[in-house]
């Protein structure tokens, strides 16, 4: 397949629209041009949340036409039409797991799959507290909260974790999304406790 270097689009042509948009696209490349089709579904947020008051992380179970099962999700959902990331990220969280926002961390922006979709979505790292509403989410949703202890590297979640310190055997995650928020938090966390543990090293040693 040739490279595309210096490429722009000429046409755009709508082939659907429904909930989603499909368009077909003409792209040029120097004097070659190739035809693709896009899905549009506009923009994005995912939010990892930790409830600082009972230790624990809240994700979401829920059907899933595309896996045509149910899985476990972070909290994630739609931009509408003039809403910020951040306001969408307070929105959905009161919809899908009936909580207020405390704070709010942004941890990137990304293409979740840039060869045939526009998607872009913000993700976050958010601390709640305060209980505003039972969740569930809107529209038939049918979301249901699932608390999770404690988080491992490559998605892992570990629902129990025993007085003794035995840890059960995690539930791996598939979902993108919520492989990449788990895997950044867990990663800043080892490096916040590797630098704090550096550090008490050097004020002992002086």
């Given amino acids: 397949m040739e490279e595309v270097i210096d490429y722009k689009i000429v046409n755009r042509e709508n082939k659907y629209s ?5 368009e077909e696209v003409t792209v040029k490349n120097g004097d070659k041009e190739f035809k693709t089709e896009v899905f549009d579904r506009g923009n994005s947020v995912g939010a990892l ?9 809240l ?35 009161a919809e899908e797991v009936g ?4 704070n709010i961390l942004h941890i ?32 038939g ?3 249901k909260v699932v608390e999770v202890e404690d988080l ?29 928020a788990v895997n950044a938090h867990v990663q800043s966390k080892m490096l916040r406790e590797l630098w704090k543990t550096m550090s008490d090293y050097k004020m002992k040693s002086l």
């Avoid at 429904?18 to 499909?22: D, L, M």
């Avoid at 949340?49 to 992380?57: A, R």
Wanted: hydrophobic content about 35%; cysteine-free.
């Fill in 18 to 22: 429904g909930k989603f948009k499909i």
């Fill in 59 to 93: 994700f979401t179970s829920q059907y899933r036409v595309g896996a045509e099962g149910v899985m476990i999700e972070i909290v994630a959902g739609k931009i509408d039409d003039g809403e910020k990331p951040q306001d969408t990220v307070k929105r959905e969280i």
């Fill in 141 to 143: 949703e049918y979301i």
């Fill in 99 to 102: 909580y207020k926002v405390d």
């Fill in 108 to 139: 990137t922006d990304m293409y979740l799959s840039p060869g045939g979709s526009k998607e872009v979505m913000a993700l976050f790292y958010v601390e709640v507290s305060e209980k505003i509403g039972d969740g569930g989410g809107v529209d």
């Fill in 152 to 180: 491992g590297m490559s998605g892992n979640l570990f629902f129990e974790i025993s007085k003794d310190g035995m840890i059960t055997p995690p539930y791996k995650l598939i979902d993108a999304k919520s492989i990449v």
């Fill in 49 to 57: 949340v930790y409830n600082t008051e009972t230790k624990k992380y």
